[in-house]
């Protein structure tokens, strides 16, 4: 179990204390049905590449919506409200899909976006063309949250300086801790029969419509959803940037036999490696560096270190009108400062298939299950309920410590209920008494009642028109053929 470290808590306090949050929220497209939509990007948008606040992720009914980062917890909560109401404001009727597992799944409908006339956007394109090929469009169409965190300088002065290895020490821990995390956020343990169509995976009727694991928290977690294997025989320890970057190169230099018959003369693909490019990493934490469109995220990270992380593995919580709840964000935020300011020594192998089973049991059974609990006797066990319980109070007293206690008093009310009754449990228990997932999602994605502020509406308008200009300058800048910078592309991680 991960410990905090009482130094590391004195130099953090005498630091500005500031943390940067930001949030990254996907939600599908459906019809007042709770079928998938088939309508595109719209217009009131700009174009999905360069909106810096909506995007797509996938597909065209697969929408994005991307928050700055934010000092306070409330701010970046209430800016999510404000990007989450103006869509829902010009999608023509459609709902956001206030769920992880997808709508009622209609294959032609998953249609890819346009790839348009710039180098980019030709590569994203090509990029979403390789996942279709390589995964089919199910697995990409399940939706979460990423959340971003990142210290101000005055913190990683305060706890030594390297910031690379700071951010390593959480990325660890994270991982340490994530079955417990997942086991209070994740809330897919149920999908619809249309998800498993033409698929040979064992799992249990729910009722006529819906199939579900009964004990299970993530659905979109496990290995029936979000899922590489190919990724998965190598777990990634974090253990320094070195050998991640080790990793990143070898995925997508060495060519994987599951994918070497995927054409790349004819573009089907960007190329055959495991993964095509960074972002098929499948990591439940990722580090990143400067955000740049010059200088891929590889030669980001090898150039300058890591500047923030990214938690990928968020459900959206359906028992939030817009996927994710203020208590949620204190969590998130709180877990990554436990993270940062306990011990966080390097992950050997034995630990490391400790972590991947614990991850594997949360997702698949993790209302009512065991964890392993420590790595000197691989066959100690403990009730993932009591760990739970006694994580949720190490981080009560820990908040304490550090001077959060009195507004994080809601957020551990609810944090306790949930480890009594885990959101996925309640799911399932509320679908027992209602008439299926597809009515419950529908009920629980109707717009929200709220008033976009005069500020961000101003600037989610201008958008549009800057998003534009963007890309039109962008196609002005192209000084080379789309194969040739192609070609380049592949040759830069080398």
Same mark, same amino acid.
């Given at each position: 179990?991960?410990?905090?470290?009482?130094?590391?808590?004195?130099?953090?306090?005498?630091?500005?204390?500031?943390?940067?949050?930001?949030?990254?929220?996907?939600? %599908?497209?459906?019809?007042?049905?709770?079928?998938?939509?088939?309508?595109?990007?719209?217009?009131?948008?700009?174009?999905?590449?360069?909106?810096?606040?909506?995007?797509?992720?996938?597909?065209?009914?697969? %929408?994005?919506?991307?928050?700055?980062?934010?000092?306070?917890?409330?701010?970046?909560?209430?800016?999510?409200?404000?990007?989450?109401?103006?869509?829902? @404001?010009?999608?023509?009727?459609?709902?956001?899909?206030?769920?992880?597992? !997808? !709508?009622?799944?209609?294959?032609?409908?998953?249609?890819?976006?346009? $790839?348009?006339?710039?180098?980019?956007?030709?590569?994203?394109?090509?990029?979403?063309?390789?996942?279709?090929?390589?995964?089919?469009?199910?697995?990409?169409?399940?939706?979460?949250?990423?959340?971003?965190?990142?210290?101000?300088?005055?913190?990683?002065?305060?706890?030594?300086?390297?910031?690379?290895?700071?951010?390593?020490?959480?990325?660890?821990?994270?991982? +340490?801790?994530?079955?417990?995390?997942? +086991? #209070?956020?994740?809330?897919?343990?149920?999908? $619809?029969?249309?998800?498993?169509?033409?698929?040979?995976?064992?799992?249990?009727?729910?009722?006529?419509?819906?199939?579900?694991?009964? @004990?299970?928290?993530?659905?979109?977690?496990?290995?029936?959803?979000?899922?590489?294997?190919?990724?998965?025989?190598?777990?990634?320890?974090?253990?320094?940037?070195?050998?991640?970057?080790?990793?990143?190169?070898?995925?997508?230099?060495?060519?994987?036999?599951?994918?070497?018959?995927?054409?790349?003369?004819?573009?089907?693909?960007?190329?055959?490696?495991?993964?095509?490019?960074?972002?098929?990493?499948?990591?439940?934490?990722? !580090?990143?560096?400067?955000?740049?469109?010059?200088?891929?995220?590889?030669?980001?990270?090898?150039?300058?270190?890591?500047?923030?992380?990214?938690?990928?593995?968020?459900?959206?919580?359906?028992?939030?009108?817009?996927?994710?709840?203020?208590?949620?964000?204190?969590?998130?935020?709180?877990?990554?400062?436990?993270?940062?300011?306990?011990?966080?020594? #390097?992950?050997?192998?034995?630990?490391?298939?400790?972590?991947?089973?614990?991850?594997?049991?949360?997702?698949?059974?993790?209302?009512?299950?065991?964890?392993?609990?420590?790595?000197?006797?691989?066959?100690?066990?403990?009730?993932?309920?009591?760990?739970?319980?006694?994580?949720?109070?190490? #981080?009560?007293?820990?908040?304490?410590?550090?001077?959060?206690?009195?507004? +994080?008093?809601?957020?551990?009310?609810?944090?306790?209920?949930?480890?009594?009754?885990?959101?996925?449990?309640?799911?399932?228990?509320? %679908?027992?008494?209602?008439?299926?997932? %597809?009515?419950?999602?529908?009920?629980?994605?109707?717009?929200?009642? $709220?008033?976009?502020?005069?500020?961000?509406?101003?600037?989610?308008?201008?958008?549009? $028109?800057?998003?534009?200009? +963007?890309?039109?300058?962008?196609?002005?800048?192209?000084?080379?053929?789309?194969?040739?910078?192609?070609?380049?592309?592949?040759?830069?991680?080398?």
């Amino acid at each position: 179990m991960v410990e905090s470290n009482q130094k590391k808590i004195t130099k953090f306090l005498s630091s500005d204390r500031i943390t940067y949050k930001g949030l990254e929220k996907e939600n %599908l497209r459906s019809d007042s049905e709770g079928k998938i939509s088939n309508k595109t990007f719209p217009k009131a948008f700009g174009v999905h590449n360069f909106n810096r606040f909506i995007t797509l992720d996938y597909s065209e009914p697969h %929408l994005e919506i991307v928050t700055p980062p934010f000092e306070e917890n409330i701010d970046a909560y209430n800016f999510l409200c404000d990007l989450h109401k103006y869509v829902e @404001n010009q999608i023509d009727g459609d709902l956001l899909w206030n769920y992880s597992m !997808p !709508p009622k799944f209609k294959r032609k409908y998953i249609k890819l976006p346009p $790839h348009r006339e710039s180098n980019i956007t030709k590569l994203a394109h090509l990029y979403r063309l390789g996942l279709r090929n390589r995964y089919g469009d199910k697995m990409q169409s399940t939706a979460g949250i990423h959340f971003n965190f990142s210290f101000s300088d005055s913190v990683i002065e305060a706890l030594g300086n390297n910031k690379t290895e700071i951010y390593l020490g959480i990325s660890r821990n994270f991982l +340490r801790i994530f079955p417990l995390v997942l +086991r #209070l956020i994740g809330c897919s343990p149920v999908t $619809h029969k249309s998800f498993l169509k033409g698929r040979n995976i064992n799992i249990e009727n729910l009722d006529e419509e819906d199939c579900f694991l009964p @004990n299970s928290t993530s659905l979109r977690v496990s290995r029936l959803g979000y899922y590489s294997e190919e990724q998965d025989e190598n777990f990634i320890t974090f253990n320094s940037l070195d050998d991640y970057l080790v990793t990143i190169e070898s995925y997508i230099n060495n060519p994987n036999e599951k994918f070497k018959d995927i054409s790349l003369d004819l573009k089907q693909q960007v190329n055959n490696g495991t993964i095509q490019m960074e972002s098929e990493l499948y990591n439940h934490i990722r !580090p990143k560096g400067i955000i740049s469109k010059e200088v891929r995220a590889y030669n980001q990270l090898k150039e300058n270190g890591i500047e923030y992380l990214e938690i990928r593995s968020i459900d959206l919580n359906p028992y939030s009108n817009i996927g994710i709840s203020l208590e949620d964000v204190e969590f998130l935020e709180l877990v990554m400062i436990f993270c940062a300011l306990s011990d966080s020594p #390097l992950i050997s192998d034995v630990e490391s298939d400790c972590i991947k089973e614990n991850i594997r049991r949360s997702s698949e059974t993790g209302q009512n299950c065991n964890f392993i609990a420590g790595i000197e006797d691989a066959t100690a066990e403990e009730s993932a309920k009591q760990m739970t319980e006694r994580f949720l109070f190490k #981080l009560q007293k820990f908040a304490a410590e550090i001077g959060l206690s009195k507004d +994080r008093e809601n957020m551990f009310n609810n944090y306790f209920v949930r480890n009594n009754e885990p959101l996925s449990q309640k799911l399932i228990n509320d %679908l027992n008494e209602s008439e299926g997932l %597809l009515a419950f999602v529908l009920k629980n994605s109707t717009p929200i009642k $709220h008033k976009i502020s005069k500020e961000n509406l101003s600037l989610f308008e201008k958008e549009r $028109h800057l998003s534009e200009n +963007r890309y039109m300058q962008e196609k002005k800048e192209d000084n080379m053929l789309f194969e040739e910078y192609l070609e380049h592309f592949r040759r830069e991680i080398k």
